[in-house]
């Protein structure tokens, strides 16, 4: 019996130290000699594609950062591997293994949390609305019976249903399988507006065919802790990526990288976001925290 009672629990040990190590990030990467890396291809000016698989933006390029690290701790150089992540399947491939860390445009929220780790905010957004230029639309009251695209898996119509100014407002969601895809949907006018956060608002714009024909209007909808992403209860993998982000704050880096990709020209085509850091931001380089969204929102 003894011995029946030892063979279960060495498999109990050996199953327990397998899981372990397939949840294990850096022992994952250091076996395999690769990382995988979730990018989006038009979330502003977080993460995008240039196309021919190269992808850029300023929550990739702290996600490099982050690799970088990891690659001092195990001593050698990983293949990156990028793999394009839309709304809708990001937690999914996270949460499976196909992705080991998310650099997009994710909200930290207590939802999320329950699948999924988020390093520390790296980004604060702030949720609005753009439309045509010449639609006369300047506030959410203005939305009535008219037609608002958002992004499939995204929280952006939820905190416009939910903003004290849209009480009574009956407009008709549509939806774009990704953020370009939305931008289209308000580009081709089967939408009157976008709602969703500045940065891609902006982003979508300033790399659109015209972008004087579109402006971002209305009241701030959410204040949102954009982070990047990454499997659940993986402390070794998720304190590194929080050194790494808190390093670039504390030494000032931080501010350069979001200078460089929302003041400063950006690829493809030498356009500027012409986005300040906002207080919220700065706030957040001087005091680096996770809280998710329902911290911000507490009154």
């Known amino acids: 019996m003894k011995k029946q009672l030892l063979a279960v629990s060495l498999c109990a040990a050996f199953a327990g130290a397998a899981f372990a190590q397939a949840t294990d990030t850096i022992s994952k990467v250091k076996a395999s000699g690769s990382i995988t890396m979730g990018v989006r291809d038009s979330s502003g000016a977080l993460s995008y594609t240039l196309g021919d ?23 050698k150089k990983l293949d990156v591997k990028y793999v394009s992540v839309t709304s809708q399947n990001r937690i999914p491939l996270v949460q499976n293994g196909t992705v080991d860390i998310e650099c997009g445009s994710t909200t930290n929220n207590l939802t999320r949390q329950k699948d999924v780790s988020f390093a520390v905010t790296a980004y604060i957004e702030e949720v609005r609305t753009a439309v045509h230029a010449n639609s006369g639309i300047t506030s959410i009251s203005q939305l009535n019976g008219k037609n608002v695209a958002t992004t499939t898996g995204t929280t952006s119509v939820q905190l416009l ?5 849209a009480t009574g407002i009956d407009f008709k969601e549509v939806f774009g399988k990704d953020h370009a895809d939305s931008f289209l949907l ?12 500045s940065q891609i608002l902006a982003g979508n714009i300033a790399n659109s065919k015209n972008p004087a024909d579109y402006k971002i209007v209305g009241e701030v909808l959410s204040v949102e802790p954009i982070a990047i992403m990454m499997r659940k209860d993986d402390p070794a993998f998720k304190k590194l990526a929080d050194d790494t982000i808190i390093g670039l704050a504390k030494s000032g880096e931080l501010a350069k990288l979001y200078d460089k990709w ?3 020209p950006i690829p493809p085509k030498n356009a500027r976001l012409n986005m300040a850091a906002s207080e919220n ?15 911000y929102v507490k009154k």
Request: charged share 30%; net charge neutral; hydrophobic share 35%.
């Open 281 to 295: 931001n700065k706030q957040l380089w001087t005091n680096p925290n996770d809280k998710p969204v329902e911290e």
């Open 53 to 75: 698989g190269k992808y850029v933006g300023y929550h990739v390029e702290i996600c490099q950062r982050i690799i970088a690290n990891v690659e001092k701790t195990i001593g």
């Open 186 to 197: 308000l580009e081709s006018g089967r939408a009157d507006a976008f709602v969703m956060d």
């Open 262 to 264: 929302f003041m400063q």
């Open 161 to 165: 249903r939910k903003h004290e100014r």
